[in-house]
């Protein structure tokens, strides 16, 4: 019982580490020197993939290695970590690329004030085009809307950004 309760404090903590991860990893890494993949996912995409999308492979490499270790490689408390992780990149599949920009359908319909917190974060996220001057780097946690267009309006930043279906959407 208690190898249980570590196993689900390790994956939780995996879990719940991997939004600061992102958020940290959004802001300087995606916005910072690796603009030159992230530009492609604040354009409008011409196929079913887009540059972006390589981060998904390199945010994958610790979860596996995790996973591995955990099996095989004789540290079974990874185990529960690899998962976690994997279990945040689930998450985020289904929430970024599913839900907010529609790229495969999802069972989720998004009408929840959550759903709508976060999907409204993330278009006011893109409604900035460029490297600099973006709000919200979250993935799964968002600051509340009034704040981040306070901040949009105070960079003189036109709040209409196409919706993910293509049509024109104020914020």
Known sequence: MLQLAINLALFLGALTFMEGFAWFMHKYVMHGFMWVW???????????????????????????????????????????????????????????????????????????????????????????HARDGCVSFGFLMAPPARRLKAQLEARNIDLHIPAPDGTEAPL
Do not use: C
Request: net charge positive; glycine share 10%.
């Open 38 to 128: 992230h530009r492609s996912h604040h354009e409008p995409r011409t196929g079913p993939f887009e540059l972006n999308d390589l981060f998904a492979v390199v945010f994958a490499a610790p979860a596996i290695v995790g996973i591995w270790l955990g099996t095989n490689g004789g540290l079974p408390l990874m185990l529960p970590i690899g998962l976690g992780i994997t279990a945040y990149g689930a998450i985020y599949f289904m929430f970024h690329d599913g839900l907010v920009h529609r790229r495969y359908p999802v069972p989720l319909n998004g009408h929840s004030a959550f759903w709508k917190r976060l999907i409204q974060a993330h278009r006011f996220h893109h409604a900035v």
